[in-house]
């Protein structure tokens, strides 16, 4: 989910560079997509229990 294209680093084809011009730096930039995967990584792994998932993310 994170590249480099042109040399500039991206997230899920988002321009770090750019962001970072809209938001200000240092920041945190989080993949949905990774964050999905191993949620359903998780969730697949314990199927069989009762279990809540719950995590942070730093803003």
């Known amino acids: 989910m994170y590249s480099y294209k042109n040399k500039n680093l991206h997230?899920?084809?988002i321009n770090l560079i750019?962001?970072?011009?809209k938001v200000g730096s240092?920041?945190?930039c989080y993949s949905?997509?990774?964050l999905e995967?191993?949620?359903?990584?998780l969730t697949d792994?314990?199927?069989?229990?009762?279990?809540l998932v719950?995590?942070?993310t730093k803003s």
Do not use: T, V
């Open 54 to 56: 719950c995590f942070f």
């Open 45 to 51: 792994a314990f199927k069989e229990e009762d279990l």
């Open 18 to 21: 750019e962001l970072s011009k």
């Open 32 to 34: 949905s997509k990774i």
């Open 37 to 41: 995967s191993k949620y359903s990584e």
């Open 26 to 28: 240092p920041f945190y």
């Open 11 to 13: 997230c899920e084809n």
